[in-house]
Each structure stands twice: as C-alpha cells, then as structure tokens.
C-alpha cells in the first residue's frame, strides 16, 4: 500500500492513534521521520522503515531514539 497520498501530519496522526505504519525511509525527510517515530511512541505502534541503509547510522540513531523501541529498520 502506498502512503503517498497522505500528508506527514496524517501520518503522525495515523501513528499516534496506535496505527502501524511500513514506510519508505528514503523518501521522507529525517525531521519528518523523527516527528512519525515520536508519534508511534505513544501507544508503542510499530513503524517499519524500508530501505533504511539509504540513510546513514546517525539518521537511524536519531529515528530510534524518537521512536523509544518502536522503530524497526529494513534494509
């Protein structure tokens, strides 16, 4: 399923509500990123991360750290 047709603040909202989300990490901004792992968090909904080696492991450290164990990384 594509999320292409929603705004990051739909994603946050979607996350926050405890929803699980698989996203492309290359395609979304790391700020961004980090504001969706932070969102996750709350109700510990999964994020997956595709294509997560595109980033480097300093972007990876902030989106796990953000995400407080809900982020998983697909490479």
Partial sequence: MSFNRFSV?????????GGGLTLNAKTISLNDLVRIAAAASTLRATLKLTSAGERSVSDLVKIAAAGK???????
């Fill in 9 to 17: 603040p739909d994603l946050i909202q979607i996350a926050a509500a």
């Fill in 69 to 75: 164990g809900c982020v998983v990384f697909e490479y």
